[in-house]
């Protein structure tokens, strides 16, 4: 266990992040699978910008690293491109 303060509040600061990065990713996560089950392009073509949009959010923050991003984005509009 901390002694000091201060590192008392940063395992404080610590946790909330990590909790909140482990909803960010689970949502994503969530959205990815909806994404890979929709058999209509139409409706996998909005979700995916959609997804896109979140991937690039999580990589700006850091949550997750910008080529994991960019192959995720690039695996999922394969997949939708495939979709007839």
């Known amino acids: 266990m901390p002694r000091h303060e201060s590192a008392k509040k940063r395992m404080r600061q610590n946790e909330k992040r990590q909790e909140r990065n482990k ?3 689970s949502r994503v996560r969530t ?3 909806k994404l890979r089950s929709l058999d209509e392009k ?4 909005e979700l995916l910008n959609d997804v ?3 991937l690039d959010r999580l ?3 850091g ?3 910008k080529n994991k991003a ?3 984005k690039s695996t999922l509009e394969k997949h939708v491109n ?3």
């Open 82 to 84: 495939t979709l007839g």
């Open 23 to 25: 909803s960010q990713k």
């Open 70 to 72: 960019a192959n995720r």
């Open 31 to 33: 959205k990815i699978k």
């Open 52 to 54: 896109k949009g979140d």
């Open 63 to 65: 949550i997750i690293h």
């Open 59 to 61: 990589a700006a923050k």
């Open 42 to 45: 139409q409706e996998a073509e």
